[in-house]
Every structure is written in C-alpha cells, then in structure tokens.
C-alpha cells in the first residue's frame, strides 16, 4: 500500500455495509469511496459503518465527499428510509477536522474495538481509475460543499476551488 492512498475493505450484510479505511483517505479513493457507497445505497442499503481504525488522515476532499454522502443520503430517498453513516474509531485528528470543517454533525461516532476483519474484502486500488477530469471535478464539488455548510470554510478553500475550476475549464476544452 503506498503511503499516499488508502485501502478500502468492505463487507455487505442484510442490515449494514462496513468499510474499513486504512492509510490515508485522500482525493486518490475520493471517486471509487463514492461509487461505492452510491451503489451500495442505490440498491437500498441504508446504514454505512466506517472503519477508521486504521485510518491515518483525510484530506478535505475526501471529507467533503463523506459529508455530500451523508447529506445526499438524509435527504434523498432510495425506498429503505434515511441512509446513516456512522464513524468507527475516527483517529482525534481526524474528528478534529470534522469539527473544524463544521460537517461532524452528520455523523455517528463510535468508539469501540474495531471490526472483525474476517468478512471484510479488500477492493482492488484500480476500481474505476478515474481520469484526471474526474478527479478534478470531484474535488471541486468537495470543496464547493464544504463552503456551503459551514461559511469559515470559504476563508480556506476560496483559492483551492478557485484553482480546481480553472483547470477543470482546460480539461474540459
């Protein structure tokens, strides 16, 4: 695993997803983390536990995702109710992010010893290899909604989002 990309495991019950993230949750996972859960949640599954025992850092794109997640699946139905997503063991600097980018409220937290690891199967690191467009695209949604839910974020990410567009325009040409 390279220190720049995290693992994504998952397992699929009657009654709740469970996702494992390990290493560094980063706009790299941003696009395949986000099918992922859309799919799962498309075909009705409505509680999400993340693992982030083993999760070392999230970027804000990666949060910024999380947090559309978790907005798109309280507000949209998908036909089973309101979909939750749940924290497991969120390292106290990645629950300091969540509190200082003001997205915390939409999650669960749960402290409790990790998940068994048995059922869990580790997704290849290739899922969809997303192009550069995507990437781009996807970090500028993430960064848009975050200064959406909370206005101390436009201080932060005015520049990023401001460069995320513009190179979106040269990709798109």
Do not use: Y
């Not at 709740?16 to 859309?38: E, H, K, P, Q």
């Not at 907005?71 to 939750?84: C, D």
């Not at 869990?120 to 959406?148: F, G, I, N, W, Y």
């Amino acid at each position: 695993m390279s220190s720049s990309t995290a693992t994504l495991s998952v397992w699929v019950g009657d009654q709740i997803v469970c996702v494992r993230i390990s290493g560094r949750a980063s706009f790299n996972c941003s696009v395949d983390f986000r099918t992922l859960l859309t799919t799962l949640w498309q075909q009705g599954h409505n509680r999400f536990v993340l693992d982030l025992t083993n999760c070392q850092l999230m970027d804000s794109t990666f949060l910024g995702v999380l947090a559309g997640l978790a907005l798109r699946f309280s507000q949209e139905p998908n036909g089973f109710g309101p979909a939750v997503i749940e924290l497991l063991n969120p390292s106290p600097r990645i629950f300091d992010l969540l509190e200082n980018l003001g997205v915390s409220q939409f999650f669960k937290v749960i402290c409790s010893s990790a998940l068994a690891s048995a059922r869990l199967e580790e997704l290849p690191t290739t899922t969809s290899a997303p192009d550069r467009k995507e990437v781009s695209r996807t970090c500028l949604e993430a960064h848009q909604l975050l200064m959406e839910i909370s206005p101390a974020n436009v201080a932060k990410f005015k520049d990023v989002t401001r460069f995320l567009e513009e190179d979106l325009k040269k990709l798109e040409k």
